[in-house]
């Protein structure tokens, strides 16, 4: 078949070889053959086989010992030059003489290494992105296609062949920058989506970008200002037909609903008299004359008029009397002194003669002085009010009429060794207990001042409280990490058996485990404590005690500010524990609720309200003070006060708010102690200034009327030492009296 079909084609050409071509007019006319590259190339084959002398090389030899693969591939290289061959007689056949056009580049001839046979050998076409854009081919053959579904992918699509197009190669940004550093044009490019690479832009897109970015016409050959052509004017021109053929709509012509029905509408409301016009006005015949230059009327107030400069005196005249010319030594001083305290900015100068005076010197300056005064000047014009300052102040009922309050010290006990931080008062107002620095406590009484006993403890005593029975007569003082218990002298024995059973019965209830111990000291109740309580190591000094009103519970706070700082003692059961697993803030004061039972919790700067019968928090205080330092609650139980080392006195309703009702600030240092009296609508307050503020504290059952604080008196008796003052104060409780301990080691009685 190959033989066959070869023969056909070598008949073919040869019917070629003798046709003739036919020329052209342009072909005759400058005796100029056309012919085609293969043509050409035919010709110089020719022209090279005659040179030759029609001789032809032998084909040589194949080894059969060689493989398979080989064998096949010189056959197939032998059958490309074989098919090369016979095209070339064509060519050389067809070829004319004439060679010297060339179109295209010109081919190279050599003898190839495997036939030995010579073949043609063109150069290789290599095309610039400026060539022709029909001879490039798109790698990329996926379509308009969203690019992102192949992020995740090595390759970007599919060429023409099927085949996968791989991603090229990404550097990072340092590459990307130094890219842009070496390549002066890397700013032309954009980037291909389809390709992921960039590509150079051209001139002319470039232009493009350029006429965007300045809001221009993207089309460089369009022309905002070229001339108007008049399509429809001149002679020739007119529109004559209509633009559109649609019939003429029916609204043209008829009258609408819509507007009907508006009108309707308003003329049923000018029937009903919903609407009413405005009466026309008679035309005024006469003429009607007016200012020109006057102001509008306005109702706005008329503007305040300018202030007007003062008037001369006889000292800014030109020839002023003697007694206003100054001497030497007062225009010295005239001299010396700033110009803002001058009395007058001018020196009086006499002169014989008016035409004899100069220029005024300070006439700008005045003048610049006037502008400010006129542009400063007030604009609005206000009221000037008389009030009386009593007027402002709450009406207050007279001190006098609030009697009784303590107005006077009558009585002065000596703690000569250090100063006094504590003291208490018994519940039949008889005995007063005081403890100082050294560890001294001493029983003195209240009506003579007579000291009755005295102890003295190896350590400092923090706080003293009296037992509020009246069954039992003891008190509690707090030393270093230990509670003492002491029986006073001087009791009726019913008092004194039911004291001792109290503190030391006879059968003593189970222990508990616990790590507070309760200790009864053998021997005199009288010579030392009854009974001890042992605090946990590193508890501190006990800076309050406090008790519940039936006297069973005892509440103890210590320098302490860990969570085992407050403690709660049972007497009866002799059992402690501590009610809080974990506090926030360093506790500085407790207090029992006089009638529920609730207990008052004061922080730094919070007071928290706890319920014990449910064990949950009620409510929270926010007094503002940076820190708390004493708290006292009314013996009704609804109102509670709180002062701090900032000076302020906080007073709370606890049925209204839970900020401060009132703020007092009366005292100069800080705050140290508060008390109410247990019977007295009467406070008190001590600070470091050495000073004592007494209050008259009403409070009403009307829940709707605030309560009445009046100040009533200040008591001055301590001296202030080491920048301490009054460090505590307690009420007598039958009695309108005042006991105070101070720093300068006095303990003193005001009565009234």
């Not at 006037?370 to 604009?379: I, N």
Request: proline fraction near 8%; include cysteine; charge should be negative.
């Amino acid at each position: 078949m190959a033989v066959t079909g070869l023969g056909k084609v070598r008949n073919k050409r040869k019917q070629e070889e003798v046709e003739e071509v036919e020329k052209g007019p342009f072909a005759d006319a400058v005796d100029l053959e056309m012919q085609s590259e293969d043509e050409v190339e035919d010709e110089d084959r020719e022209e090279d086989d005659a040179s030759d002398g029609g001789n032809v090389d032998a084909f040589p030899e194949i080894d059969a010992a060689s493989d398979s693969d080989e064998e096949s591939d010189e056959e197939e290289e032998e059958e490309e030059d074989t098919d090369d061959l016979d095209e070339d007689d064509t060519l050389g056949e067809n070829s004319d003489a004439d060679s010297d056009l060339h179109i295209f580049p010109k081919s190279k001839r050599v003898v190839s290494d495997i036939t030995g046979q010579t073949k043609v050998v063109y150069p290789e076409i290599e095309p610039d992105y400026d060539s022709d854009s029909s001879t490039e081919d798109d790698p990329n053959r996926v379509g308009n296609i969203p690019m992102h579904w192949y992020d995740d992918l090595p390759h970007l699509g599919y060429n023409i062949n099927g085949k996968r197009v791989l991603r090229p190669a990404k550097g990072d940004e340092l590459d990307r920058f130094l890219q842009t550093v070496e390549d002066p044009n890397s700013w032309t490019t954009a980037f291909d989506q389809n390709a992921q690479m960039d590509k150079p832009l051209s001139t002319e897109e470039l232009d493009i970008i350029r006429r965007l970015q300045a809001g221009e016409n993207p089309d460089a050959e369009y022309d905002p200002y070229e001339p108007t052509i008049e399509w429809f004017t001149g002679k020739g021109k007119e529109e004559v037909m209509p633009l559109s053929s649609a019939p003429e709509p029916k609204r043209r012509w008829l009258p609408s609903k819509w507007e009907k029905q508006k009108i309707m509408k308003i003329v049923r409301a000018i029937r009903q008299g919903r609407i009413v016009g405005s009466k026309p006005t008679a035309a005024d015949k006469k003429q009607q004359f007016y200012a020109i230059w006057n102001e509008p009327p306005s109702n706005q107030p008329p503007p305040l008029p300018a202030p007007k400069p003062k008037l001369p005196t006889h000292s800014e005249s030109y020839n002023p009397p003697e007694e206003y010319l100054p001497t030497e030594e007062e225009r010295k001083q005239w001299e010396n002194t700033d110009p803002e305290d001058r009395e007058r900015d001018y020196l009086p100068h006499k002169y014989p003669a008016l035409r004899l005076v100069p220029a005024y010197d300070q006439f700008i300056k005045q003048r610049f002085n006037r502008q400010l005064d006129l542009y400063l000047a007030p604009r609005i014009q206000r009221v000037k009010l008389n009030v009386d300052p009593d007027s402002l102040l709450p009406k207050l009922p007279s001190p006098n009429s609030l009697r009784p309050f303590p107005n006077y010290k009558a009585l002065q006990f000596i703690h000569t060794k250090a100063r006094v931080r504590c003291l208490s008062i018994s519940p039949d107002g008889a005995w007063v207990a005081s403890g100082d620095e050294s560890g001294v406590i001493s029983l003195w009484e209240v009506n003579v001042g007579r000291e009755v006993k005295r102890w003295t403890l190896g350590s400092k005593v923090g706080a003293i409280e009296w037992c509020p029975r009246l069954d039992a007569c003891f008190f509690v003082a707090g030393t270093e990490e230990q509670l003492h218990f002491f029986i006073p002298p001087n009791i009726s024995p019913a008092v004194l058996t039911m004291t001792q059973s109290a503190l030391a019965p006879a059968t003593l209830p189970p222990t508990t485990q616990s790590s507070i111990k309760w200790i009864s000291t053998s021997g005199a109740a009288e010579d030392g404590p009854i009974l001890t309580i042992e605090l946990p190591s590193a508890s501190g000094l006990s800076r309050q005690l406090t008790w519940h009103r039936k006297g069973d519970y005892l509440a103890s706070v210590s320098n302490s500010e860990t969570q085992g700082s407050v403690w709660m003692h049972q007497i009866s059961r002799r059992h402690s524990q501590s009610p809080f697993k974990k506090i926030k803030g360093a506790v500085q004061m407790v207090l029992f609720h006089p009638t529920k039972p609730h207990f008052f919790v004061a922080t730094q700067r919070y007071v928290r309200l706890y319920n014990l019968a449910e064990q949950k928090l009620l409510k929270t205080l926010m007094p503002g003070i940076k820190w708390i330092s004493s708290m006292d609650v009314h013996p009704s139980g609804d109102h509670i006060i709180v002062g701090g080392y900032d000076r302020k006195l906080c007073w709370f309703d606890l049925e209204l708010s839970e900020k401060p009702y009132k703020v007092l600030r009366y005292h100069s240092r800080a705050i140290r102690s508060l008390h109410f009296h247990p019977t007295y609508p009467l406070f008190a307050s001590s600070s470091d200034d050495g000073s004592i503020q007494i209050f008259h504290a009403r409070v009403y059952s009307d829940l709707m009327t605030d309560p009445l604080i009046v100040p009533l008196k200040i008591l001055r008796g301590h001296d202030v030492q080491e920048g301490l003052g009054v460090l505590q104060i307690k009420w007598v409780n039958k009695q309108p009296w005042l006991v105070s301990a101070g720093a300068d080691g006095s303990v003193s009685l005001w009565c009234s």
